[in-house]
């Protein structure tokens, strides 16, 4: 059983800055790319970044510069630091494993609960 655990969201000005921390536990071998998802009401899910287990970046296009992605291998963690918040950033973040090769040798994808930013103007 693996499960990812999301922390750091809350309510903040806009201007400011957030924290997002996800750590996946349980029996994994390896993770292959962690990221971050949003959802803002009546809206889809959207990538917001994601990290390889090599350092690899991606971020969509209108939060490179303001969003910062990165990764602790050793354990299992993922963080997004969030600078310069919009209240348009209001959305639930999720965090995303992809491709977790748990005991057996199968891998699978994971997301967290989700975690709520809200950013007022």
């Known amino acids: 059983q693996v499960q990812l655990v999301e922390s750091g969201g809350g309510l903040v000005q806009a201007g400011g800055s957030l924290r997002l921390s996800c750590a996946a536990s349980?029996?994994?071998?390896?993770?292959?790319?962690m990221g971050w998802y949003r959802q803002a009401p009546g809206k889809q899910r959207e990538l917001v970044a994601a990290?390889?287990?090599?350092?690899?970046?991606n971020y969509a296009d209108n939060m490179q510069g303001r969003f910062v992605i990165s990764r602790d291998n050793a354990k299992n963690t993922v963080y997004l630091q969030m600078n310069s918040l919009k209240p348009e950033d209001t959305a639930v973040y999720y965090c995303h494993a992809a491709r977790v090769v748990v005991a057996g040798g199968t891998w699978y994808d994971y997301w967290g609960q989700g975690t709520q930013v809200t950013v007022s103007s």
């Open positions: 990290i390889t287990s090599g350092g690899s970046t």
């Open positions: 349980g029996s994994i071998f390896s993770i292959n790319a």
